[in-house]
C-alpha cells in the first residue's frame, strides 16, 4: 500500500491541468465510420473486428473498413439512455474456441440490469450461436444510467484462468447500495466462464453477502484492464469531480458514496464530505474535474517507440481526448504524468485498444461514430 499512498499523493499535486497536449504524437486514420454509438471493439483474426453499438447492434468490420450487417442472435437489449450493448470480450482461445462474452442492459418485467453472455461467433460470422446469459445484476431496477459493464478475463501468472471480471455501476438512484453485499450495484464480480462462482471469492462464506462479489463501494465502472503485473485495474465516473483509477483487490471497499474527491451535481456535499475513512481504499489517481473516463488499455507493443511501453490509456467522454498516462518504470504503479492526445479530434472516445498488429484503437462515441487506428509518427 506504501506505493499507492505515495503515488495517491503525487497524484494529488498533478491535477490541476497537467495532461500536456502531445505535438500530434499519432496520426489518427479512419478504419470504418458510420457506428452509431459504439463501446466496444475486439479483433478477429485476418484483420476484421467485431464492434458492438450501444442501440444493440454486433457488427463484423472488414479489413477495408467496409460494415457488415447486425449479427443475428442477440438477447433482447434495454437500449435507453446510457443502456444498450455495452462491452466486448473474446475468449483468449477464440481462435479454436470462437468464443465470446457480452455485457449489455437486460430488461426485466420490472426495470433492467447489466448482464453478462456467453455465445459463440458462427463460421460464417453472421450470427451468434448458443447465447446463453451467464450473470445478471440483482436487483433490477428502473433506471437508465450507471451499467458500468466492462469485462476483464483475469490471469494468474501470465495465462488465461478461465475467469471473468465484470464491472457493475450502482444504477444512479441506489447509490447507497455500493456500501452493502447483498446486491450487485457498485460491485466488481468474478465469476468462472460458465457463470459459477470461484471457491476463493472473497465473501463465499459471508451470511447475507452476494458470492460473486470481487470487490465494493464503486460508482460507475467504464474502463477496466489487466496490469503488466496481471492485476486488475479499473477507473470510475465520479460524481462531479472525483473520478478514480483503482486497483480492486478481493473483499475491499473502494468507499463510494460515503467517501469521493467529487461532489454532487450543481455543487454540495456528498455525504460529510469526507475524502478518506478508515476501512476504505483511497484511488491510485482522481480526476477533479471530471474527464468522464471510459476505456483502458495498457500498452505492450514497441510501436510508438520505447517510451510509450507500458503506458496505460484512457478515453475522455466529456473533453474529448485519449489521456496517455506515463507510469513509473520499472512497473510500480504510480502516475508519473498525462498527456492529452487526438484533443484536435474533438470526439468522445468510449473505448481502446491496443490490436494484434500492436497498434492503439480507439472508438468515437457519436451517432456516427468512428473506428480508428493510431500510426506512430
Ligand atoms: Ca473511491
Same mark, same amino acid.
Given at each position: 500500500?506504501?506505493?499507492?499512498?505515495?503515488?495517491?499523493?503525487?497524484?494529488?499535486?498533478?491535477?490541476?491541468?497537467?495532461?500536456?497536449?502531445?505535438?500530434?504524437?499519432?496520426?489518427?486514420?479512419?478504419?470504418?465510420?458510420?457506428?452509431?454509438?459504439?463501446?466496444?471493439?475486439?479483433?478477429?483474426? =485476418?484483420? #476484421? $473486428?467485431?464492434?458492438?453499438?450501444?442501440?444493440?447492434?454486433? &457488427?463484423?468490420?472488414?479489413?477495408?473498413?467496409?460494415?457488415?450487417?447486425?449479427?443475428?442472435?442477440?438477447?433482447?437489449?434495454?437500449?435507453?439512455?446510457?443502456?444498450?450493448?455495452?462491452?466486448?470480450?473474446?475468449?483468449?482461445?477464440?481462435?479454436?474456441?470462437?468464443?465470446? @462474452? $457480452?455485457?449489455?442492459?437486460?430488461?426485466?418485467?420490472?426495470?433492467?440490469?447489466?448482464?453478462?453472455?456467453?455465445?459463440?461467433?458462427?463460421? +460464417?460470422?453472421? /450470427?451468434?450461436?448458443?447465447?446463453?446469459?451467464?450473470?445478471?445484476?440483482?436487483?433490477?431496477?428502473?433506471?437508465?444510467?450507471?451499467?458500468?459493464?466492462?469485462?476483464?478475463?483475469?490471469?494468474?501468472?501470465?495465462?488465461?484462468?478461465?475467469?471473468?471480471?465484470?464491472?457493475?455501476? =450502482?444504477? %444512479?438512484?441506489?447509490?447507497?447500495?455500493?456500501?452493502?453485499?447483498?446486491?450487485?450495484?457498485?460491485?466488481?464480480? #468474478?465469476?468462472?466462464?460458465?457463470?459459477?462462482?470461484?471457491?476463493? +471469492?472473497?465473501?463465499?462464506? &459471508?451470511?447475507?453477502?452476494?458470492?460473486?462479489?470481487?470487490?465494493?463501494?464503486?460508482? +460507475?465502472?467504464?474502463? !477496466?484492464?489487466?496490469?503488466?503485473?496481471?492485476?486488475?485495474?479499473?477507473?470510475?465516473?465520479?460524481?462531479?469531480?472525483?473520478?478514480?483509477? +483503482?486497483?480492486? /483487490?478481493?473483499?475491499?471497499?473502494?468507499?463510494?458514496?460515503? *467517501?469521493? @474527491?467529487?461532489?454532487?451535481?450543481?455543487?454540495?456535499?456528498?455525504?460529510?464530505?469526507?475524502?478518506?475513512?478508515?476501512?476504505? =481504499?483511497?484511488?491510485?489517481?482522481?480526476?477533479?474535474?471530471? *474527464?468522464?473516463?471510459?476505456?483502458? !488499455?495498457?500498452?505492450?507493443?514497441?510501436?510508438?517507440?520505447?517510451?510509450?511501453?507500458?503506458?496505460?490509456?484512457?478515453?475522455?467522454?466529456?473533453?474529448? %481526448?485519449?489521456?496517455?498516462?506515463?507510469?513509473?518504470?520499472?512497473?510500480?504503479?504510480?502516475?508519473? #504524468?498525462?498527456?492529452?492526445?487526438?484533443?484536435?479530434?474533438? !470526439? &468522445?472516445?468510449?473505448?481502446?485498444?491496443?490490436?494484434?498488429?500492436?497498434?492503439?484503437?480507439?472508438?468515437?462515441?457519436?451517432? &456516427?461514430? #468512428?473506428?480508428?487506428?493510431?500510426?506512430?509518427?
Amino acid at each position: 500500500m506504501a506505493c499507492i499512498t505515495k503515488s495517491f499523493i503525487l497524484s494529488a499535486l498533478l491535477l490541476v491541468n497537467t495532461a500536456q497536449v502531445g505535438a500530434q504524437a499519432v496520426r489518427p486514420e479512419t478504419v470504418a465510420s458510420g457506428l452509431q454509438n459504439p463501446w466496444a471493439v475486439a479483433f478477429l483474426p =485476418e484483420g #476484421r $473486428f467485431l464492434v458492438t453499438e450501444r442501440p444493440g447492434r454486433l &457488427r463484423v468490420i472488414e479489413p477495408s473498413g467496409q460494415l457488415g450487417a447486425a449479427l443475428k442472435g442477440l438477447p433482447p437489449v434495454a437500449a435507453l439512455g446510457q443502456g444498450g450493448l455495452l462491452d466486448l470480450v473474446l475468449d483468449a482461445d477464440f481462435a479454436r474456441n470462437r468464443t465470446l @462474452y $457480452f455485457c449489455f442492459a437486460e430488461p426485466g418485467l420490472v426495470g433492467n440490469s447489466t448482464a453478462l453472455a456467453r455465445a459463440r461467433l458462427s463460421i +460464417n460470422r453472421t /450470427q451468434l450461436e448458443e447465447v446463453k446469459v451467464i450473470f445478471s445484476q440483482k436487483p433490477k431496477v428502473i433506471s437508465s444510467a450507471h451499467f458500468g459493464c466492462r469485462i476483464v478475463e483475469s490471469q494468474q501468472g501470465g495465462k488465461a484462468d478461465g475467469l471473468l471480471f465484470l464491472s457493475l455501476g =450502482e444504477r %444512479y438512484v441506489r447509490k447507497d447500495d455500493a456500501q452493502t453485499l447483498d446486491n450487485h450495484h457498485g460491485k466488481i464480480i #468474478r465469476i468462472h466462464k460458465d457463470g459459477r462462482v470461484p471457491a476463493d +471469492n472473497p465473501f463465499v462464506d &459471508r451470511a447475507g453477502a452476494l458470492p460473486e462479489i470481487w470487490s465494493y463501494g464503486h460508482r +460507475n465502472v467504464q474502463g !477496466a484492464a489487466l496490469a503488466p503485473d496481471g492485476l486488475l485495474w479499473t477507473h470510475e465516473h465520479g460524481p462531479q469531480g472525483g473520478d478514480e483509477i +483503482n486497483l480492486p /483487490q478481493p473483499g475491499r471497499n473502494y468507499g463510494w458514496p460515503v *467517501i469521493t @474527491y467529487g461532489e454532487n451535481y450543481g455543487g454540495g456535499k456528498i455525504s460529510d464530505g469526507a475524502t478518506a475513512k478508515s476501512g476504505m =481504499e483511497q484511488p491510485l489517481h482522481y480526476w477533479v474535474p471530471s *474527464i468522464a473516463p471510459s476505456g483502458m !488499455a495498457f500498452l505492450s507493443s514497441q510501436r510508438y517507440g520505447q517510451a510509450w511501453v507500458g503506458n496505460l490509456f484512457v478515453g475522455s467522454l466529456k473533453f474529448g %481526448y485519449l489521456d496517455r498516462i506515463e507510469l513509473s518504470k520499472p512497473f510500480k504503479g504510480q502516475v508519473v #504524468r498525462e498527456h492529452k492526445l487526438l484533443a484536435e479530434l474533438g !470526439a &468522445r472516445i468510449r473505448d481502446v485498444r491496443q490490436g494484434p498488429d500492436g497498434l492503439l484503437y480507439v472508438l468515437t462515441d457519436e451517432a &456516427r461514430g #468512428r473506428l480508428i487506428r493510431l500510426l506512430p509518427n
